[in-house]
């Protein structure tokens, strides 16, 4: 079975400054998704990045980007330049590849806290 | 474009009580997901359904949960009897169709007494 692990409950970083948020996964497979995803506490879950496994170039959207290691089985997520709106639960997701099978594996998640 | 909408936000009942949640996809979503999010924790899906069919439901406690969705757009999520470990949050989620990005709701926040 898949398995999510993000072994940082909390992480807080002052506003303007870079913070990086780890994800491990475990999978036989060799085709999948990866997703980080941002759920403020209007619990509505937000998209922030998503990566292919078999894309060897690391994903990036504005002032997100990960760091993606296959080999390693890592996928963290850096923010740079945090701003106050970034303050939230993230979680880190896994997804197979095929159609048919899309649930999103969740990890327990990383509360950001963005100090003014 | 109007986002997934669900209803109630909140719900507290008392255990062995009945409760149901309601969910309306993006329009035009064939694959629509039920996700259970206790404190803490990531989601959970419970159930996937592909247009009115459903893909997976491995994970859904079919003695006490059970869900549909008749013409393939909006989803009803039932507890019958709801017991304490299901207070959690509940979550929908649409997709244009397998394999395309997940759209979440707001949830809805149930407290079981």
Not at chain 1, 5 to 26: H, K
Not at chain 2, 54 to 82: C, H, N, W, Y
Request: aromatic fraction near 12%.
């Amino acid at each position: 079975a898949q398995t999510v692990t993000q072994s940082q409950p909390e992480m807080s970083v002052q506003e303007a400054e870079t913070v990086t948020l780890s994800c491990t996964y475990d999978t036989s497979e060799s085709d999948y998704y990866l997703f980080w995803y941002k759920q403020p506490p209007s619990r509505q879950m937000i998209l922030v990045i998503r990566q292919e496994a078999y894309k060897q170039q690391n994903a990036t959207e504005n002032r997100f980007s990960v760091n993606f290691q296959k080999a390693a089985k890592s996928f963290s997520l850096k923010i740079s330049d945090s701003q106050l709106g970034d303050a939230a639960m993230y979680f880190c997701a896994y997804r197979f590849l095929n159609f048919g099978n899309e649930k999103l594996t969740f990890g327990t998640g990383t509360r950001l806290t963005i100090i003014p | 474009e109007a986002g997934v909408a669900q209803s109630p936000r909140y719900k507290i009942i008392e255990k062995r009580q009945s409760v149901a949640f309601w969910c309306n996809p993006i329009s035009g979503h064939a694959t629509l997901y039920w996700y259970q999010q206790i404190l803490g924790q990531g989601p959970k899906l419970l159930i996937q359904f592909q247009n009115n069919g459903v893909v997976d439901d491995s994970q859904l406690p079919k003695d006490r949960f059970s869900a549909e969705r008749l013409k393939g757009v909006d989803s009803t999520l039932k507890i019958q009897p709801a017991k304490l470990e299901d207070s959690a949050v509940y979550l929908c989620a649409s997709s244009l169709r397998g394999g395309q990005p997940q759209h979440f709701g707001d949830g809805t926040r149930l407290s079981i007494l």
